[in-house]
């Protein structure tokens, strides 16, 4: 997959690059501690501090919680009064677990904090996602095909137009059932 430039004319790796030693430098803590925290090695965090790393949407969400940050919080994209991004465009971020890609559409703001994402997914994998921090809530809108969606011992299916929202900081899942399968998520943060 080739990766788009931002606005700014920076990759999201460097984007992303730039957001972990901000992020980690803020919180005051070591390159061994985030790692420990994130569950990952210590010269993957060092990789993607340098902006050469290429990670998974969950090596990202599990550094997210380990600095107690948002997603979006890595992805730094700009605040625009109007914003449009068209279908098929932005930084997309793919699973390592299943043909299943993020793309930010909105991010959180202070006093807004919530992000907004579109989500396609083919059938074939099953995208289970870790915890995320404390008091998250999900909410997805399936806008076409079919999906298995919400807590990992309890997921609903779901067909176009449905809506469910789940508790995000507990074992959950997103699973494509039918090909062409796309939604919208939103991720409320406390």
């Not at 972990?20 to 390159?31: P, Q």
């Not at 550094?63 to 098929?88: E, H, K, M, N, Y």
Request: charged residues 20%; aromatic residues 4%.
């Amino acid at each position: 997959m080739s990766v788009p430039e931002t606005a700014g004319g920076r990759t999201p790796q460097e984007v992303i690059a730039a957001a972990l030693r901000r992020e980690r430098t803020r919180a005051g803590l070591s390159l061994t501690e985030v790692a420990r925290r994130a569950g990952i090695a210590k010269s993957t965090l060092s990789q993607l501090e340098s902006g050469s790393g290429n990670p998974s949407i969950e090596t990202l969400w599990a550094l997210c919680v380990a600095l107690g940050i948002p997603f979006s919080g890595l992805l730094d994209p700009p605040q625009p009064t109007v914003q449009v991004i068209r279908a098929g465009e932005g930084p997309v971020l793919g699973s390592s677990q299943a043909d299943y890609h993020a793309t930010v559409l909105a991010a959180s703001r202070p006093g807004s904090p919530r992000d907004v994402y579109r989500i396609t997914a083919e059938p074939g994998g099953r995208r289970v996602s870790d915890p995320h921090q404390r008091g998250v809530v999900e909410h997805v809108v399936l806008g076409a095909g079919r999906a298995l969606v919400g807590p990992v011992d309890a997921p609903v299916e779901l067909h176009p137009g449905d809506y469910i929202c789940y508790p995000g900081d507990l074992p959950h899942v997103f699973t494509a059932l039918a090909p062409g399968t796309w939604a919208v998520m939103v991720s409320d943060y406390p």
